[in-house]
């Protein structure tokens, strides 16, 4: 048990699908991140938020969507996803955005694009 | 670019012997964080270090910080089973994503 909650742990969606991942955590944490893990390339940090407020957004496609309506649940929301999109999709979080905090993951999200 | 540089990308080891992975820096770090990644599983915080030539352990493993502040070493001795995964470094970065390639290492019985 983490405390960063994620759901689904797995997904098999079609290109023209549009489906969500969630991320809930119950630390108190105000930071929370997506990142992807592809077999072929480490941790990428995909977005930030920072007490509700997007601070980072690596050049990640726009059919990547991401959502914080508060800062306990973050969402990734997906459409048009292409076969190379299909990877481990990681949630974490801190307490704040500081250069000294670990990163609390969640157990992730494998989707499967067909 | 990636902040840090980890070698090797992969180790296969049989019980018993040690293990090492590196992590360079062209910059001066902060500090640095080691996360180990089970397989199938979610990368784990394990330690950070701060100081110049920081020496931490944790029952078989030794992480160390370079007196330059440069690198970092994880070192298990004796290695088991349950070592097996992939072991990253991460740099401190203001919601950067500044860890390493990782290392993955195999453990043969």
Known sequence: ?114 | GQQVMQIPQYQHVQEGEDFTTYCNSSTTLSNIQWYKQRPGGHPVFLIQLVKSGEVKKQKRLTFQFGEAKKNSSLHITATQTTDVGTYFCKAPGAGKSTFGDGTTLTVKP
């Open chain 1, 1 to 114: 048990e983490t405390g960063v909650t994620q759901t689904p742990r797995h997904l098999v969606m079609g290109m023209t699908n549009k489906k969500s991942l969630k991320c809930e955590q119950h630390l108190g944490h105000n930071a929370m991140y997506w990142y992807k893990q592809s077999a072929k390339k480490p941790l990428e940090l995909m977005f930030v938020y920072n007490f509700k407020e997007q601070t980072e957004n690596n050049s990640v496609p726009s059919r990547f969507s991401p959502e914080c309506p508060n800062s306990s649940h973050l969402f990734l929301h997906l459409h048009t996803l292409q076969p190379e999109d299909s990877a481990l999709y990681l949630c974490a979080s801190t307490p704040s955005i500081g250069s000294n905090q670990p990163q609390h993951f969640g157990d992730g999200t494998r989707l499967s694009i067909l």
